[in-house]
């Protein structure tokens, strides 16, 4: 199943083409290193009545053995109770993985060094990625309004420019910010910043963003739930995670227009979500592939078989995200996973979107991490709050940086650095907020700031992803 379910990275140069004859006994075919792709090619040169659907469905049911399939489609013509499927826009189909239900997700490693795994069900989703997934979240009539309202406003969006090892560069899709009110526009504008910038376009949320965002909220909690009882070691919520209910108040929404618009990997900002952190990801439109991998730290220089490490096995996942499709990223993915949203060669239009992917990530942007209550650097600037993700002896670590270096129209920053503390329930520690903090000793909780280090090279390497404001997916 592992071989029909992942794709290996397509030849530079395609392989020479091999004669097949059409028999029910064939010559053994190597499905463990084919692509769905060629498998479904050599089905069809055997049985060009059937359309791609009825092969990818026979496939299906098969395991993904070209050779059952072919010898099933020989002895039944056509196959018993086979039902085409709608050629619109919808959910893919896939037979789910065996695995054993437990309390934790599985330590099965199904990803390969370049290869991509790709999953199409909630069970697969939840099992094998710190995300969720609800098909046809919102009811059809609210999915077309919210649709037809934010096309209204795309074509006014723009590109998001960050620097990346000194270099400027543009986000290769638009986005644009929403808040829930005028005073939050005010607010944005006088105290936030975003890779040592303020945004200029802030907005406030639409009508039917607003009517969304309270159902994004319901389902959102609903899954925290789920995830924490079934997935989280004896049931309980990770170390920093808030308890507190998770209440949307800020959404970036991105439009990728065509299939050359993408994002490439990283992990969202936390600044002003805190340790933690949870999105709503809802997508409308035309369906693509968004992509995670999981952060493995760099190789011990000390390993004596660096070649086999864990880094030199790691591989991506694909989900797919058609329209009407809402995703959570759960508290484990922006500190231990990246993503992104990768380009497509083809992409099937939308009846209302056309070529248009429009992607809306609810936010909570919670109090206590407001920049008036957090760090400022020598600059005066707010800092950022990285997690340490490459470093094995610092990894999981939370540190506050300087931003001001990412600022595209220039600046150095200060290279201000510090560790970052909170309570288990991701309450900062060691400076006031609205909760009134209170210094506490390191054993209750709180994560420590001496007896440990990270030099100044390490710290710059971390500092490299601050992630666009708005790149989600």
Not at 115 to 129: C, K, V
Not at 258 to 268: E, L, T
Not at 431 to 439: L, R
Request: proline residues 8%; negative net charge; hydrophobic residues 30%.
């Amino acid at each position: 199943m592992d071989a029909f379910v992942s794709r290996k990275r397509r030849r530079v140069s395609p392989p020479q083409a091999e004669s097949v004859t059409p028999k029910t006994t064939t010559t053994p075919f190597d499905d463990d290193h084919e692509s769905t792709d060629i498998k479904l090619a050599i089905l069809a040169s055997l049985h060009p009545e059937k359309s791609q659907d009825d092969l990818l469905e026979i496939l299906l049911s098969c395991d993904g053995s070209v050779e059952h399939a072919s010898q099933s489609m020989f002895a039944a013509s056509p196959m018993p109770g086979l039902k085409r499927r709608l050629t619109t826009p919808g959910m893919q189909s896939a037979l789910p993985f065996a695995l054993p239900t437990t309390k934790s997700p599985s330590k099965q490693t199904l990803t390969k060094k370049g290869r991509t795994l790709h999953l199409y069900t909630p069970q697969d989703i939840a099992n094998h990625t710190p995300c969720s997934i609800v098909h046809n979240f919102l009811p059809p009539h609210l999915a077309t309004a919210l649709m037809e309202e934010l096309l209204a406003e795309v074509s006014t969006y723009e590109s998001i420019s960050f620097k990346i090892f000194d270099n400027v560069v543009k986000s290769p899709h638009t986005a644009c910010f929403y808040v829930d009110s005028l005073a939050d526009i005010q607010r944005q504008r006088s105290e936030y910043y975003y890779n040592g910038n303020d945004l200029g376009d802030i907005r406030q949320i639409l009508p039917a963003m607003r009517q969304v965002s309270d159902l994004v909220r319901d389902a959102v909690n609903k899954e925290i739930e789920i995830r924490i009882r079934d997935f989280y070691p004896d049931g309980k919520k990770l170390k920093y995670q808030s308890p507190k209910t998770w209440q949307p108040n800020a959404a970036f929404v991105n439009c990728y227009d065509g299939g050359a618009q993408h994002v490439g990997y990283h992990s969202d900002q936390l600044s002003y979500l805190g340790p933690r952190a949870i999105i709503g990801s809802l997508s409308l439109g035309v369906e693509r592939e968004f992509r995670v991998r999981k952060i493995v730290p760099k190789d011990d220089p000390d390993d004596p078989n660096p070649s086999t490490s864990a880094a030199d096995d790691s591989g991506q996942i694909a989900i797919h995200l058609p329209h009407n499709s809402l995703l959570v990223m759960h508290a484990e993915m922006q500190e231990e996973w990246k993503h992104s949203i990768a380009p497509a060669q083809t992409i099937t239009p939308h009846p209302l979107a056309g070529n248009k992917r429009i992607n809306i990530t609810y936010r909570w942007y919670r109090e206590d991490f407001r920049p008036k209550y957090t760090p400022k650097c020598r600059c005066g600037v707010p800092c950022v709050l990285k997690t340490v993700q490459k470093q094995k002896a610092n990894r999981g670590r939370y540190m506050w940086m300087c931003q001001v270096g990412s600022k595209p129209d220039g600046g150095e920053g200060c290279g201000w650095f510090e560790w970052a503390r909170f309570t288990d329930d991701g309450v900062p520690v060691g400076w006031k907020g609205p909760e009134q903090q209170i210094e506490r000793p390191n054993d209750d909780g709180i994560q420590a700031d001496t007896n440990s280090h990270l030099d100044a090279k390490s710290a710059n390497d971390e500092s490299a992803d601050l992630g666009e404001p708005g790149a989600n997916g």
